[in-house]
């Protein structure tokens, strides 16, 4: 698979997202994993494709906070309407492969480490949120381990998904949430301020 086109600029994106989704909880969740994924782009040696996975990350629950009852399957109507191809399209829908219903498989290495990371990243800020600094700039791998194990902690972030997603990407569990912390350290400080901007916030 060569560079998809995102088809719409990553500011159409946010807009687009921003138009079905208002709570900064959702909007926060939007732009980690956008920065998540731009982290794993680069990473994983796909520089070339950074700007398609970072919206690919920031657009992945576009149609939740409005349709949670559809999530996935309300996706491609609103990608479409805001100019998205298939290839955007088909990415975000695969998150939610065997989990919701839709049938889009994770293929390429981006959709697997989207389907990987996507919970993980509400797990890490869960147990960010509660330390002294409040941040995932001194999280350590052993404490989400812990947090991990704990079933009734961030119960909404499911442990099964992440394992499975690292199988598919072929990584030991502490390797996809070494990777996945690291990612978030990267983009927490932008992700802050952009959240901070949001009108009406906190």
């Avoid at 700039?137 to 947090?147: A, C, H, I, L």
């Avoid at 909404?156 to 990584?171: D, N, T, Y």
Wanted: hydrophobic letters at 45%; charged letters at 25%; proline letters at 4%.
């Amino acid at each position: 698979m060569g560079a998809p086109e995102s088809s719409i600029s990553r500011n159409a994106a946010w807009d687009l997202l921003r138009r079905y989704n208002k709570d900064p909880f959702h909007l926060q969740h939007g732009l980690t994993v956008e920065g998540v994924m731009r982290w794993f782009a680069r990473d994983q040696g796909f520089a070339d494709e950074e700007e398609f996975w970072g919206i690919v990350g920031l657009l992945h629950d576009i149609d939740f906070e409005q349709f949670p009852e559809q999530h996935c399957v309300r996706a491609p109507e609103l990608l479409r309407e805001g100019g998205a191809g298939d290839a955007l399209i088909h990415a975000v829908c695969s998150h939610g492969y065997e989990l919701t219903a839709v049938d889009a498989r994770p293929e390429h290495l981006m959709e697997k480490v989207l389907f990987a990371a996507d919970e993980l990243t509400g797990l890490i800020w869960a147990a960010a949120i509660i330390r002294p600094s409040k941040s995932v700039q001194d999280m350590e791998v052993k404490s989400v381990r812990k947090k991990f194990k704990a079933a009734n902690f961030a119960a909404g972030c499911s442990r099964p998904v992440i394992e499975k997603g690292a199988a598919m990407l072929g990584w030991e569990l502490d390797t996809l949430i070494e990777k996945t912390i690291l990612a978030m350290r990267s983009c927490e400080a932008e992700v802050n301020a952009a959240v901070a901007a949001l009108p009406g916030f906190p």
